[in-house]
């Protein structure tokens, strides 16, 4: 099974973590609203407790993860497909 789509995601979470760390986004905007591990640690604790560097490795995790579901569920379509 091949994983264009976790691929694609993880270039799109490097990407976004890029992005805030070059310093293109002062205000974190784009990191908070893509980000889904943001969302979560915003509701149970503050985010300056938390080191960014953490917050953009769980970032990058998060769009592998997505990614591979995806991945996952393209496969199984096919295979159904493929089946019947």
């Not at 769980?58 to 769009?63: D, H, K, M, N």
């Given at each position: 099974?091949r994983y264009p789509?976790?691929?694609?995601c993880?270039l799109i979470g490097?990407a976004?973590?890029?992005?805030?760390?070059t310093?293109?986004?002062p205000h974190?905007?784009f990191?908070m609203m893509?980000?889904v591990?943001?969302?979560?640690v915003?509701?149970?604790?503050?985010?300056?407790?938390?080191s960014?560097?953490?917050?953009?490795a769980?970032?990058?995790?998060?769009?592998v993860?997505i990614?591979?579901?995806?991945?996952?569920?393209?496969?199984?379509t096919r295979?159904?497909?493929?089946?019947?």
């Open positions: 099974m789509i976790t691929g694609i993880t490097l976004l973590c890029l992005f805030n760390a310093g293109y986004d974190n905007l990191l893509f980000s591990p943001m969302w979560f915003e509701v149970f604790t503050d985010l300056h407790r938390v960014v560097w953490f917050m953009y769980l970032t990058v995790l998060s769009y993860l990614g591979y579901l995806g991945d996952l569920g393209v496969a199984r295979s159904r497909r493929r089946s019947s």
